[in-house]
Protein backbone atom coordinates (compact mmCIF):
# COMPACT_ATOMS: atom_id res chain seq x y z
CA UNK A 1 0.00 0.00 0.00
CA UNK A 2 1.06 3.53 -0.91
CA UNK A 3 0.49 6.33 1.64
CA UNK A 4 0.31 9.42 -0.51
CA UNK A 5 -0.17 12.91 0.56
CA UNK A 6 -2.62 15.39 -0.02
CA UNK A 7 -2.19 19.32 -0.41
CA UNK A 8 -6.18 20.64 -1.10
CA UNK A 9 -6.89 24.38 -1.71
CA UNK A 10 -10.62 25.79 -1.24
CA UNK A 11 -12.25 28.99 -0.32
CA UNK A 12 -13.62 28.86 3.59
CA UNK A 13 -17.18 27.38 2.28
CA UNK A 14 -14.95 24.60 1.38
CA UNK A 15 -16.70 24.52 -2.21
CA UNK A 16 -14.73 24.30 -5.18
CA UNK A 17 -11.47 22.26 -4.40
CA UNK A 18 -8.38 21.16 -5.80
CA UNK A 19 -6.26 18.28 -4.44
CA UNK A 20 -2.96 18.15 -5.64
CA UNK A 21 -0.73 15.26 -5.44
CA UNK A 22 2.70 16.11 -5.34
CA UNK A 23 4.23 12.75 -4.84
CA UNK A 24 2.89 12.44 -8.53
CA UNK A 25 3.68 15.60 -9.85
CA UNK A 26 0.63 16.85 -12.04
CA UNK A 27 -1.93 14.56 -10.33
CA UNK A 28 -4.56 16.63 -9.37
CA UNK A 29 -8.73 15.97 -8.46
CA UNK A 30 -11.21 18.65 -8.35
CA UNK A 31 -14.91 18.96 -7.13
CA UNK A 32 -17.36 21.31 -6.48
CA UNK A 33 -16.65 20.75 -2.76
CA UNK A 34 -14.06 19.39 -0.73
CA UNK A 35 -15.85 16.04 -0.13
CA UNK A 36 -16.40 15.59 -3.81
CA UNK A 37 -12.73 16.29 -4.67
CA UNK A 38 -11.23 13.92 -1.83
CA UNK A 39 -13.79 11.47 -2.84
CA UNK A 40 -12.56 11.49 -6.56
CA UNK A 41 -8.98 11.79 -5.58
CA UNK A 42 -8.17 7.70 -5.41
CA UNK A 43 -9.50 7.35 -8.96
CA UNK A 44 -7.52 10.24 -10.34
CA UNK A 45 -4.28 8.73 -8.76
CA UNK A 46 -4.92 5.64 -10.19
CA UNK A 47 -5.32 7.30 -13.79
CA UNK A 48 -2.09 8.94 -13.22
CA UNK A 49 -0.72 6.05 -12.40
CA UNK A 50 -2.18 4.17 -15.72
CA UNK A 51 -0.93 6.77 -17.07
CA UNK A 52 2.48 6.74 -16.03
CA UNK A 53 2.45 2.82 -16.55
CA UNK A 54 1.39 3.06 -20.20
CA UNK A 55 4.84 5.06 -20.89
CA UNK A 56 6.98 2.41 -19.31
CA UNK A 57 7.51 3.64 -15.81
CA UNK A 58 7.97 1.10 -13.16
CA UNK A 59 4.70 1.92 -11.05
CA UNK A 60 1.63 -0.70 -9.98
CA UNK A 61 -1.79 1.16 -11.03
CA UNK A 62 -3.45 -1.49 -9.36
CA UNK A 63 -1.86 -1.17 -5.62
CA UNK A 64 -3.62 -0.48 -2.78
CA UNK A 65 -3.84 3.38 -2.25
CA UNK A 66 -4.01 5.17 0.72
CA UNK A 67 -4.31 8.94 1.46
CA UNK A 68 -4.34 11.97 3.91
CA UNK A 69 -4.66 15.42 4.19
CA UNK A 70 -1.24 17.49 4.90
CA UNK A 71 -2.08 20.79 4.35
CA UNK A 72 -5.35 22.58 3.22
CA UNK A 73 -5.00 25.97 2.30
CA UNK A 74 -8.81 28.01 2.96
CA UNK A 75 -7.32 31.61 2.27
CA UNK A 76 -5.92 33.50 -0.71
CA UNK A 77 -7.44 34.43 -4.76
CA UNK A 78 -8.26 31.94 -6.64
CA UNK A 79 -8.81 29.13 -4.47
CA UNK A 80 -9.96 25.77 -5.95
CA UNK A 81 -8.69 26.05 -9.35
CA UNK A 82 -5.46 25.84 -9.60
CA UNK A 83 -4.61 29.30 -7.33
CA UNK A 84 -1.41 30.57 -9.36
CA UNK A 85 -0.69 32.52 -5.40
CA UNK A 86 -0.42 29.20 -3.34
CA UNK A 87 3.70 28.28 -2.88
CA UNK A 88 3.20 24.95 -1.10
CA UNK A 89 6.23 23.57 1.41
CA UNK A 90 7.87 21.46 -1.88
CA UNK A 91 7.40 23.96 -3.82
CA UNK A 92 10.68 25.64 -2.77
CA UNK A 93 12.78 22.48 -3.41
CA UNK A 94 15.66 23.37 -6.04
CA UNK A 95 14.33 22.03 -9.39
CA UNK A 96 17.49 19.37 -10.79
CA UNK A 97 18.43 19.03 -13.97
CA UNK A 98 17.27 15.39 -13.46
CA UNK A 99 13.98 16.50 -11.87
CA UNK A 100 13.60 18.99 -15.19
CA UNK A 101 14.34 16.17 -18.14
CA UNK A 102 11.97 13.87 -16.05
CA UNK A 103 9.15 16.41 -16.19
CA UNK A 104 9.85 17.69 -19.38
CA UNK A 105 9.40 13.83 -20.55
CA UNK A 106 6.23 13.82 -18.63
CA UNK A 107 4.68 16.92 -20.37
CA UNK A 108 5.17 15.15 -23.97
CA UNK A 109 3.78 12.72 -23.07
CA UNK A 110 0.55 13.99 -21.76
CA UNK A 111 1.04 16.15 -25.39
CA UNK A 112 1.16 12.93 -27.14
CA UNK A 113 -2.01 11.53 -25.92
CA UNK A 114 -3.96 14.74 -26.67
CA UNK A 115 -3.40 14.62 -30.22
CA UNK A 116 -4.02 11.13 -30.22
CA UNK A 117 -7.80 11.97 -28.55
CA UNK A 118 -8.23 14.69 -31.31
CA UNK A 119 -6.57 13.42 -34.02
CA UNK A 120 -9.24 12.71 -37.29
CA UNK A 121 -11.63 14.63 -35.30
CA UNK A 122 -13.53 16.85 -38.04
CA UNK A 123 -13.62 20.10 -38.50
CA UNK A 124 -16.98 20.65 -37.01
CA UNK A 125 -16.01 18.71 -34.26
CA UNK A 126 -12.35 20.51 -33.85
CA UNK A 127 -14.41 23.98 -33.66
CA UNK A 128 -17.74 22.94 -31.92
CA UNK A 129 -18.33 24.58 -28.69
CA UNK A 130 -20.09 22.47 -25.98
CA UNK A 131 -23.08 24.01 -23.80
CA UNK A 132 -20.38 23.76 -20.84
CA UNK A 133 -16.96 23.89 -22.39
CA UNK A 134 -14.39 25.08 -24.59
CA UNK A 135 -13.92 24.21 -28.52
CA UNK A 136 -11.21 21.85 -28.67
CA UNK A 137 -9.72 24.53 -30.28
CA UNK A 138 -10.01 26.64 -27.72
CA UNK A 139 -8.69 23.75 -25.53
CA UNK A 140 -5.71 23.28 -27.52
CA UNK A 141 -4.70 27.18 -27.84
CA UNK A 142 -5.60 27.38 -23.74
CA UNK A 143 -3.07 24.68 -22.56
CA UNK A 144 -0.19 26.46 -24.80
CA UNK A 145 -1.14 29.83 -23.74
CA UNK A 146 -0.96 28.72 -19.74
CA UNK A 147 2.36 27.17 -20.81
CA UNK A 148 3.72 29.98 -22.47
CA UNK A 149 2.81 32.31 -19.12
CA UNK A 150 4.55 29.98 -17.23
CA UNK A 151 7.59 29.97 -18.77
CA UNK A 152 7.70 33.54 -19.66
CA UNK A 153 8.42 34.00 -15.82
CA UNK A 154 11.85 33.02 -16.77
CA UNK A 155 12.06 35.98 -19.45
CA UNK A 156 11.10 36.27 -23.12
CA UNK A 157 11.40 33.47 -24.87
CA UNK A 158 13.68 34.69 -27.96
CA UNK A 159 12.25 34.38 -31.46
CA UNK A 160 8.80 33.31 -30.20
CA UNK A 161 5.75 35.22 -30.34
CA UNK A 162 2.84 35.22 -27.52
CA UNK A 163 -0.15 33.03 -27.97
CA UNK A 164 -2.22 36.19 -29.34
CA UNK A 165 -0.65 35.15 -32.83
CA UNK A 166 -3.15 32.16 -33.19
CA UNK A 167 -6.37 33.62 -33.84
CA UNK A 168 -5.96 33.53 -37.15
CA UNK A 169 -3.81 29.65 -37.72
CA UNK A 170 -5.03 27.09 -39.60
CA UNK A 171 -5.67 23.70 -37.28
CA UNK A 172 -2.25 22.66 -38.83
CA UNK A 173 -0.98 25.58 -38.39
CA UNK A 174 -1.62 25.68 -34.74
CA UNK A 175 -0.53 22.16 -34.05
CA UNK A 176 2.40 23.36 -35.68
CA UNK A 177 2.93 26.30 -33.38
CA UNK A 178 2.21 24.52 -30.53
CA UNK A 179 4.43 22.38 -30.97
CA UNK A 180 7.02 24.57 -32.05
CA UNK A 181 6.78 26.20 -28.84
CA UNK A 182 6.59 23.61 -26.37
CA UNK A 183 10.12 22.58 -27.79
CA UNK A 184 11.08 26.36 -27.11
CA UNK A 185 9.79 25.81 -23.51
CA UNK A 186 11.79 22.71 -23.05
CA UNK A 187 14.63 24.34 -24.20
CA UNK A 188 14.21 27.29 -21.90
CA UNK A 189 13.48 24.99 -19.13
CA UNK A 190 16.76 22.89 -19.37
CA UNK A 191 18.39 26.38 -19.89
CA UNK A 192 17.83 27.18 -16.28
CA UNK A 193 20.85 28.16 -14.28
CA UNK A 194 21.83 26.94 -11.04
CA UNK A 195 20.34 30.29 -9.25
CA UNK A 196 17.22 29.98 -11.22
CA UNK A 197 16.81 26.53 -10.42
CA UNK A 198 16.72 27.47 -6.81
CA UNK A 199 15.80 30.76 -5.89
CA UNK A 200 12.79 32.24 -4.52
CA UNK A 201 11.65 35.37 -6.82
CA UNK A 202 8.57 37.70 -5.60
CA UNK A 203 5.99 37.66 -8.45
CA UNK A 204 2.75 40.22 -7.76
CA UNK A 205 1.06 38.61 -4.75
CA UNK A 206 3.29 35.10 -4.64
CA UNK A 207 6.53 33.47 -5.74
CA UNK A 208 8.38 32.53 -8.21
CA UNK A 209 10.25 29.08 -8.06
CA UNK A 210 11.38 26.66 -10.89
CA UNK A 211 9.49 23.75 -9.44
CA UNK A 212 6.37 25.74 -8.70
CA UNK A 213 6.49 26.27 -12.41
CA UNK A 214 6.89 22.66 -13.22
CA UNK A 215 4.52 22.08 -11.22
CA UNK A 216 1.50 23.93 -12.59
CA UNK A 217 2.52 22.97 -16.04
CA UNK A 218 2.01 20.02 -15.14
CA UNK A 219 -0.98 20.05 -13.39
CA UNK A 220 -2.70 22.61 -15.99
CA UNK A 221 -1.56 19.98 -19.06
CA UNK A 222 -2.79 17.06 -17.13
CA UNK A 223 -6.22 18.65 -16.11
CA UNK A 224 -6.85 18.90 -19.70
CA UNK A 225 -6.00 16.09 -20.87
CA UNK A 226 -8.10 14.53 -18.55
CA UNK A 227 -11.10 16.83 -19.76
CA UNK A 228 -10.25 15.67 -23.54
CA UNK A 229 -10.20 11.63 -22.33
CA UNK A 230 -13.70 12.16 -20.69
CA UNK A 231 -15.39 13.95 -23.84
CA UNK A 232 -13.41 11.12 -26.71
CA UNK A 233 -12.12 8.28 -25.27
CA UNK A 234 -14.22 4.95 -26.63
Known amino acids: MTLYPLYLESGPKRKTTMVHVPDLLGCVATGPTTDDALARTPGAIRAFLCFLHRHGV????????????????????????????????????????????????????????????????????????????????????????AEYSFVRLFGKLPG??????????????????????????????RALTDAERTELVPHGQSLRTARKVMRRMLEHQWEHLVELGERFAP
Open 58 to 145: AVDPDAEIETRIAEHVTEGTWLGNGSPYIVFAWDLEPLTPDDTEAYIERLEWMRGEMLDLIEGLSDDAWEDKPDTARAVRRIVEHVSG
Open 160 to 189: VSGPGATEKMSRDELLGWTEYLQQCEFDRL
